[in-house]
């Protein structure tokens, strides 16, 4: 079961890639900084003027944990499953799961 967090206006084109196979970040069309998760103005100059980068899904795993109890009960099918928190090599951080491998592996 594949389970979407609330999709909003903000996030869809998150969203929207990922059903595609991509991974798009936002990026300030003014000052170029990268950024996730999705945010209504540039964390680095405050502009609005947002768009989204699709970037490599590569990057380096800084930690992780494998999940045995469900944090939400629409989780409780998909027990166990690991998530990490990555650094991507484009620079922005996020907290992904780990898939292609038993969460044990």
Known sequence: MTVVPGMTELTAP??????????????????GQLSHPPLPACPRCHGRDLGWR??????TV??????????????????PYAIALVELA???W????????????
Request: charged share 20%; proline share 7%.
């Open 14 to 31: 998150y969203w929207e890639a990922a059903r595609e196979g991509r991974l798009a970040i936002q990026e300030c069309r003014s000052c």
């Open 54 to 59: 699709e970037v490599s899904g590569t990057g």
């Open 62 to 79: 800084y930690t992780y944990t494998v999940v045995r109890h469900p944090t939400h009960f629409a989780f409780a099918d998909t027990i």
């Open 90 to 92: 484009e620079g922005p």
């Open 94 to 105: 996020l907290i992904t799961g780990i898939t292609g491998c038993p969460p044990d592996g």
